[in-house]
């Protein structure tokens, strides 16, 4: 079994900035692609942003130039730093982890209880 934990989600004035992390723990040999998703309530979820074992990132059009994933494979975690905030980014924040729990091939995606970012004056 593998446990994600969000953090850093809060209130943020438009304009402003806020980071997040995402750390996995429990059964993981390596974790191939990790993500950000958002839901708006009444929404559906969607893709934020994605980042490959080896780094390569995609962004939805809507947060390119503004958002950064990154992440840190030795700590099994992934971040999101979001600059320029405005208020259509108000959600809330889940992390995704596609993990290897073994060197055997086999893949299994978990996800993040979720964290609420709100960008509001």
């Known amino acids: 079994q593998v446990h994600l934990v969000e953090s850093g989600g809060g209130l943020v004035q438009p304009g402003g900035s806020l980071g997040l992390s995402c750390v996995a723990s429990?059964?993981?040999?390596?974790?191939?692609?990790m993500a950000w998703y958002r839901q708006a309530p009444g929404k559906e979820r969607d893709l934020v942003a994605s980042i490959t074992w080896a780094g390569s990132t995609d962004y939805a059009d809507s947060v390119k130039g503004r958002f950064t994933i990154f992440r840190d494979n030795a700590n099994n975690t992934v971040y999101l730093q979001m600059d320029s905030l405005k208020p259509e980014d108000t959600a809330v924040f889940y992390c995704?982890?596609?993990?290897?729990?073994?060197?055997?091939?086999?893949?299994?995606?978990?996800w993040g209880q979720g964290t609420q970012v709100t960008v509001s004056s």
């Open positions: 995704k982890a596609d993990v290897r729990p073994t060197p055997r091939p086999g893949l299994f995606r978990y």
């Open positions: 429990g059964s993981i040999f390596r974790i191939n692609d």
